[in-house]
């Protein structure tokens, strides 16, 4: 999309007329992710809580999850303001494209608990639980980049106590990312990937 297209919806979202989500998240200027390498494409605001983390509440954790859908899904998923769910990114499959749905100064509603969603950042990966071939070297690779980049940003221990799948948090049924994320593979990434 060229530069003319992207002013053409910048005034036409300013003037308060909806375009299209692709021509949304295209006109958003890269300041609006807060990790340079994701795609702004924000989730509905029905989805998350605005907050000023982390002087609201301290960000503590990165939590893991699978889609349980395509990338595309659960991107519209969190775009539905009827579906009460989100996440702050999205990392897809094939070649670990992200897209960033809630700024992480607010709180996305991913881990089916109050306390930890205060205090987490929500990293969706797309697939299934029980399809390990959507765990791509690419998804894997950029999805420690960017768990890298928040706990480098945070102070956040880079370590299993710290990281934690979606099965870990209390009080919730989902036992995603499932038995064939490399947890092992994970956390040596994220720790050979990040500045610290």
């Known amino acids: 999309m060229d530069r003319r297209t ?4 910048a005034a036409a979202t300013a003037a308060g007329v909806l375009l299209p989500a692709s021509v949304r998240a295209t006109a958003a200027t890269a300041g609006e992710t807060d990790y340079p390498a994701a795609h702004w494409v924000p989730a509905s605001t029905s989805n998350y809580t ?8 301290p960000v503590q954790y990165v939590i893991i999850h699978v889609t349980q859908e395509t990338f595309a899904d659960a991107v519209a998923i969190f775009q539905n303001p009827a579906k009460q769910v989100s996440a702050h990114y999205v990392v897809r499959s094939a070649d670990g494209y992200i897209d960033q749905c809630v700024r992480e100064k ?11 969603n205060t205090r987490s950042i929500g990293i969706e990966h797309e697939g299934y639980v029980d399809q390990p071939s959507y765990f791509t070297n690419t998804m ?13 940003r945070y102070g956040i221990p880079k370590d299993r106590a710290h990281i934690l799948g979606h099965v870990q948090v209390p009080g919730t049924d989902h036992t995603d990312p499932g038995p064939h994320w490399d947890w092992v593979r994970y956390i040596r990434m994220v720790n050979l990937l990040g500045a610290a």
Do not use: F, M
């Not at 605005?50 to 509440?57: C, I, L």
């Not at 999805?143 to 928040?150: D, F, H, N, P, R």
């Open 6 to 9: 992207i002013l053409q919806g």
């Open 50 to 57: 605005v907050s000023t983390r982390p002087s609201a509440y």
């Open 106 to 116: 607010n709180i996305a509603w991913h881990a089916g608990n109050w306390d930890y």
């Open 140 to 152: 894997y690779e950029k999805s420690a980049l960017l768990t890298a980049s928040v706990c480098d």
